[in-house]
């Protein structure tokens, strides 16, 4: 019990701090409003973490600076792998090859897309357009989160990339339905219902604005797009075993006269994300369906709170003078990538289609 206290003295204040964020962040998230503007306890969490940490967090910040700072690595870990408890190797099969092989075409060219033009023509930071082209490929807020701990990225690149996803799903929700009824006169995407919920799966950033835009459209149309998503979802565990790889070998250190050591020494860099395996791991677990229903949705609560718990810690560690520096770029890229989701998915899935 004396060995116990001091760590709680150190870590609880943070730990509670963002919990509390998070809790309120959570009740917010369920208010009707909010949910129609694309507005999940994930976003909500971040925005009232950099509202207290830009005005009475710095009188506070001593306290708790341990306890957020493992709120925003330790439990964020741990809330990416229970994310998995939301998907099953089953929803692969429901979207058949046609579906998986859009989402792979789309997040990887869509990602691709992301560091070239964020690296080379608007000069950005490695590390910031990773997070962007990560959030808007993949899965959102939770990507960006799940690729921090990979890249090792500064606090502000992070919020920067949550943002425009927050700015670009919550366009995408207006901007797809408006899309369909477009299609229904000159179809561009083709299989219907069916095909467009393919195309809203495939192409909007947060799970919570793909069933907003798909239940818009229809509800065949919701259903098609949210296992889309959630097969999305599930290439963020190779893509963040790739990542890893590819820093490694792009970001080794100087070589050495020895040709055995430099391999070493490149392959040491490489920073496993073993809670990427975990998270396939409890995916697999989940297929098999042992988890009693009611206790699978009360572990899907916790692992919300624990992804707002780190989204809020975030937030408190985010000056917005930081976030100012960044500019205008990041904003621009991110618009870049939203007109490449909505034009060149397009593109993919018909061409997907036709071929198979």
Request: glycine share 10%; hydrophobic share 55%.
């Given at each position: 019990m004396t060995h116990i206290r001091p760590v709680l003295q150190r870590y609880a204040p943070g730990v509670l701090l963002s919990g509390a964020l998070a809790g309120v962040a959570m009740a917010l998230g369920q208010l009707d409003w909010l949910r129609k503007h694309g507005l999940s306890a994930l976003s909500l969490a971040i925005l009232l973490g950099i509202l207290l940490g830009n005005t009475v967090y710095g009188r506070l910040a001593a306290p708790c600076a341990p306890g957020v700072t493992v709120a925003k690595q330790k439990?964020?870990?741990?809330?990416?792998?229970?994310?998995?408890?939301?998907?099953?190797?089953?929803?692969?099969?429901?979207?058949?090859?046609?579906?998986v092989l859009i989402d792979a075409l789309v997040l990887g060219s869509t990602f691709t897309l992301a560091y070239l033009l964020g690296t080379r023509?608007?000069?950005?930071?490695?590390?910031?357009?990773?997070?962007?082209?990560?959030?808007?490929?993949?899965?959102?807020?939770?990507?960006?989160?799940?690729?921090?701990?990979?890249?090792?990225a500064r606090a502000e690149h992070v919020t920067v990339a949550v943002a425009t996803v927050v700015v670009f799903g919550t366009l995408a929700m207006w901007v797809y339905p408006w899309l369909f009824a477009l299609n229904q006169h000159w179809p561009v995407v083709g299989g219907g219902v069916h095909g467009f919920g393919l195309y809203v799966g495939s192409t909007i950033h947060e799970v919570a604005?793909?069933?907003?835009a798909a239940h818009s459209v229809d509800s065949a149309a919701a259903d098609t797009a949210v296992i889309t998503k959630m097969v999305r979802v599930m290439m963020l565990a190779p893509f963040l075993m790739g990542l890893s790889v590819w820093l490694a070998c792009h970001q080794r250190p100087a070589p050495q006269p020895d040709p055995l050591c430099e391999a070493r020494g490149r392959w040491s860099n490489i920073s496993i994300p073993w809670f990427a395996f975990a998270f396939i791991a409890?995916?697999?677990?989940?297929?098999?369906?042992?988890?009693?229903?009611?206790?699978?949705?009360?572990?899907?609560?916790?692992?919300?709170?624990?992804?707002?718990?780190?989204?809020?810690?975030?937030?408190?560690?985010?000056?917005?003078?930081?976030?100012?520096?960044?500019?205008?770029?990041?904003?621009?890229?991110?618009?870049?990538?939203?007109?490449?989701?909505?034009l060149g998915g397009a593109l993919i899935h018909r061409v997907v289609l036709s071929l198979l």
């Amino acid at each position: 019990m004396t060995h116990i206290r001091p760590v709680l003295q150190r870590y609880a204040p943070g730990v509670l701090l963002s919990g509390a964020l998070a809790g309120v962040a959570m009740a917010l998230g369920q208010l009707d409003w909010l949910r129609k503007h694309g507005l999940s306890a994930l976003s909500l969490a971040i925005l009232l973490g950099i509202l207290l940490g830009n005005t009475v967090y710095g009188r506070l910040a001593a306290p708790c600076a341990p306890g957020v700072t493992v709120a925003k690595q330790k439990l964020l870990r741990l809330g990416i792998v229970l994310y998995g408890l939301r998907l099953t190797l089953h929803d692969i099969g429901q979207v058949g090859l046609a579906g998986v092989l859009i989402d792979a075409l789309v997040l990887g060219s869509t990602f691709t897309l992301a560091y070239l033009l964020g690296t080379r023509w608007l000069k950005l930071e490695p590390n910031a357009a990773i997070l962007i082209g990560a959030g808007s490929s993949i899965c959102g807020a939770a990507a960006v989160m799940a690729t921090e701990p990979v890249l090792r990225a500064r606090a502000e690149h992070v919020t920067v990339a949550v943002a425009t996803v927050v700015v670009f799903g919550t366009l995408a929700m207006w901007v797809y339905p408006w899309l369909f009824a477009l299609n229904q006169h000159w179809p561009v995407v083709g299989g219907g219902v069916h095909g467009f919920g393919l195309y809203v799966g495939s192409t909007i950033h947060e799970v919570a604005q793909v069933v907003v835009a798909a239940h818009s459209v229809d509800s065949a149309a919701a259903d098609t797009a949210v296992i889309t998503k959630m097969v999305r979802v599930m290439m963020l565990a190779p893509f963040l075993m790739g990542l890893s790889v590819w820093l490694a070998c792009h970001q080794r250190p100087a070589p050495q006269p020895d040709p055995l050591c430099e391999a070493r020494g490149r392959w040491s860099n490489i920073s496993i994300p073993w809670f990427a395996f975990a998270f396939i791991a409890v995916v697999a677990f989940n297929s098999l369906q042992w988890l009693p229903h009611p206790v699978a949705v009360w572990v899907t609560e916790v692992d919300t709170a624990l992804l707002a718990m780190a989204m809020a810690a975030l937030g408190l560690t985010t000056h917005l003078s930081a976030v100012r520096q960044a500019g205008f770029k990041p904003l621009l890229l991110a618009g870049v990538l939203f007109v490449w989701l909505v034009l060149g998915g397009a593109l993919i899935h018909r061409v997907v289609l036709s071929l198979l």
